[in-house]
């Protein structure tokens, strides 16, 4: 099927109006996040990078963007702040990270395997633990998505990308 097959059409059905419907820019909270290694910054800025360059993005009830977001914890919270591209605050929304823990410790988890397996194990055993890694990372991606069905609209693959930055929250490094 071909990519642009895949695309969530905006309410009216205007393919070009979901131009307006995405992320221009995504932050994480300096205070949540605080200080990393270089190869936790690089891995953060590649995330944020792949998120701005493809993402579907609406909170329910809004008339569209482009907007910014801002992604932090808030008292143990997960925090998505968004905002126009004027910095208008559109909407906050807090999530209970409750749900994520088990799934982010044991991506951390297998993601440790995964790059021990690459120095030592044979190329099945590395695909092996890759397919546990994804298979994890679509659980994450998919909670989030369900935990915010009720208030942003996003597809998958945008789903993917913000559980990556979630987990990048907690990531020391």
């Not at 695309?7 to 995504?26: F, Y």
């Not at 200080?35 to 993402?55: G, S």
């Not at 919270?77 to 410790?105: C, G, Q, W, Y």
Request: include cysteine; charged fraction near 30%.
């Amino acid at each position: 099927m071909p990519e642009d097959m895949n695309k969530d059409v905006g309410a009216g059905g205007d393919v070009e109006g979901d131009m307006d419907n995405r992320l221009i820019d995504v932050v994480l909270d300096d205070v949540s996040i605080g200080r990393a290694t270089p190869d936790v910054e690089h891995e953060r800025a590649v995330a944020i990078f792949d998120l701005i360059e493809e993402n579907s993005f609406l909170p329910i009830g809004d008339s569209g963007g482009p907007y910014k977001l801002i992604i932090g914890l808030v008292e143990s919270r997960l925090a998505f702040r968004v905002m126009r591209a004027n910095d208008e605050v559109v909407v906050t929304h807090l999530l209970s990270l409750t749900p994520f823990k088990r799934i982010i410790k044991d991506y951390f988890m297998i993601c440790e395997s995964y790059y021990d397996a690459i120095r030592t194990s044979s190329p099945s055993q590395i695909e092996a633990i890759d397919m546990g890694r994804r298979g994890l990372h679509n659980e994450g991606s998919e909670t989030l998505r369900e935990r915010l069905s009720a208030k942003i609209e996003m597809d998958f693959d945008t789903a993917r990308r913000l559980f990556t930055l979630v987990c990048v929250l907690h990531w020391r490094g």
